[in-house]
């Protein structure tokens, strides 16, 4: 599978998460086009603001992980190397 389209199906994951959240509102762009260390990015409101709710967290949770989630969705072969990404993610 070509870069481009597995960062269009992890983008595409954050974004369809953020829709059935009724959280979409907050978006103002979705881009696969890189930039610095990224190789694509939702722009918008923070999911997890300062002053988050609970539940203001938990959507934020399940939007993060949707773009790795997306990835396996689409091409199973990429479980390994998704869940390294969501790891380094998840440590730092």
Do not use: W
Not at 23 to 42: D, F
């Amino acid at each position: 599978m070509k870069t481009r389209e597995i960062v269009a199906h992890h983008e595409a994951g954050h974004f369809v998460a953020a829709y059935f959240q009724g959280t979409v509102e907050r978006i103002r762009e979705v881009t696969i086009e890189p930039s610095g260390s990224t190789a694509g990015r939702i722009n918008g409101e923070d999911p997890i603001g300062e002053d988050a709710a609970y539940s203001d967290l938990c959507r934020g949770i399940i939007e993060l992980s949707a773009g790795y989630a997306a990835e396996i969705l689409f091409d199973p072969s990429r479980e390994d190397e998704a869940r390294e990404g969501e790891d380094a993610m998840t440590s730092a």
